[in-house]
């Protein structure tokens, strides 16, 4: 029962704070941390209840390394709102000129494709792999290693979104309401959970899909949405089909990148001279 409601449940109390923060006009920099602490906290506790394989849970070091990792993750992302709202201004619209049921589904789908293609770059363009190939180091997928990443790789993935929300002139209440739902879905899709979500991975990413875009084999490592699973139909990148699993996760070449643990080694990869042609892309 709890594997069938996992999921149901998260989206069930994602749509109800988003109602509530529309409803009751929240604050929404207040919102959003507390928001994602506790889907952090419902997560974490779903791994340990439903594992998908026990071998994945964190052990006292990669906490504490994860942990680090997090909140240079968080400082990424201020810096990439800061780095927006100084470049363009407060320039998205404080009401509607959609109704904001149609504008909700029109931001989701505008960052969600902006996220699609900066994140498919990270994994083909090889400069930007030097940043997003830290996220794809640790050999197992869990709630917590979601925030292991290169703080240049966050303000750039999440300043491209935001700039392209911004620059569409989407209202603050239809930023919120969709990036609450990219928050959840960007921590549920990592998570170590065993939960299978049948058809919908065909509209919704899922951790099915997640684990496949971590292997070391990169003919299934597709799924570049993290949030939605049509520009992966889209644009080719979609390879999940039910009952298929890794065979192993990181990557393919374990040397190229530091480890998780040496955090200022990862940090300082991109500025080191490549070993040989081809070493920094995915």
């Given at each position: 029962m709890l594997?069938?409601?996992?999921?149901p449940a998260l989206l069930t109390a994602t749509l109800l704070v988003v109602t509530a923060s529309l409803v009751l006009d929240w604050n929404p920099e207040r919102v959003s941390p507390l928001f994602l602490v506790g889907?952090?906290?419902?997560?974490?506790?779903?791994?340990?209840?439903?594992?998908?394989?026990?071998?994945?849970?964190?052990?006292?070091?990669?906490?504490?390394?994860?942990?680090?990792?997090f909140l240079l993750t968080m400082a990424g992302s201020a810096l990439a709102q800061f780095a927006v709202t100084t470049a363009v201004g407060k320039i998205s619209p404080a009401d509607p000129t959609l109704p904001l049921g149609a504008e909700i589904p029109a931001a989701l789908l505008s960052g969600s494709l902006a996220g699609y293609l900066v994140h498919r770059l990270g994994h083909t363009n090889p400069v930007l792999w030097?940043?997003?190939?830290?996220?794809h180091v640790p050999q197992k997928v869990n709630v917590a290693n979601n925030g292991v990443n290169h703080v240049l790789d966050i303000v750039l993935a999440q300043g491209v979104v935001q700039l392209t929300l911004a620059l569409a002139g989407f209202s603050q209440r239809s930023v919120l309401a969709s990036g609450l739902f990219v928050a959840a879905q960007g921590y549920f899709v990592h998570a170590n959970i065993d939960v299978r979500i049948g058809r919908l991975n065909h509209v919704l990413a899922s951790p099915e899909q997640h684990r496949l875009h971590h292997s070391t084999d990169l003919a299934e490592a597709g799924h570049y949405g993290s949030d939605l699973s049509c520009w992966d139909h889209l644009f080719g990148s979609f390879t999940w089909r039910p009952g298929r699993e890794p065979v192993a996760v990181g990557l393919s070449d374990p040397t190229s990148f530091p480890g998780t643990g040496e955090i200022l080694g990862s940090l300082f990869r991109p500025?080191?001279?490549?070993?040989?042609?081809?070493?920094?892309i995915a």
């Amino acid at each position: 029962m709890l594997r069938s409601l996992a999921y149901p449940a998260l989206l069930t109390a994602t749509l109800l704070v988003v109602t509530a923060s529309l409803v009751l006009d929240w604050n929404p920099e207040r919102v959003s941390p507390l928001f994602l602490v506790g889907t952090l906290i419902y997560l974490t506790v779903l791994e340990r209840l439903i594992p998908h394989r026990r071998d994945w849970h964190p052990d006292g070091a990669e906490w504490r390394w994860y942990g680090v990792y997090f909140l240079l993750t968080m400082a990424g992302s201020a810096l990439a709102q800061f780095a927006v709202t100084t470049a363009v201004g407060k320039i998205s619209p404080a009401d509607p000129t959609l109704p904001l049921g149609a504008e909700i589904p029109a931001a989701l789908l505008s960052g969600s494709l902006a996220g699609y293609l900066v994140h498919r770059l990270g994994h083909t363009n090889p400069v930007l792999w030097r940043l997003h190939g830290v996220h794809h180091v640790p050999q197992k997928v869990n709630v917590a290693n979601n925030g292991v990443n290169h703080v240049l790789d966050i303000v750039l993935a999440q300043g491209v979104v935001q700039l392209t929300l911004a620059l569409a002139g989407f209202s603050q209440r239809s930023v919120l309401a969709s990036g609450l739902f990219v928050a959840a879905q960007g921590y549920f899709v990592h998570a170590n959970i065993d939960v299978r979500i049948g058809r919908l991975n065909h509209v919704l990413a899922s951790p099915e899909q997640h684990r496949l875009h971590h292997s070391t084999d990169l003919a299934e490592a597709g799924h570049y949405g993290s949030d939605l699973s049509c520009w992966d139909h889209l644009f080719g990148s979609f390879t999940w089909r039910p009952g298929r699993e890794p065979v192993a996760v990181g990557l393919s070449d374990p040397t190229s990148f530091p480890g998780t643990g040496e955090i200022l080694g990862s940090l300082f990869r991109p500025w080191r001279r490549a070993k040989r042609p081809g070493d920094g892309i995915a």
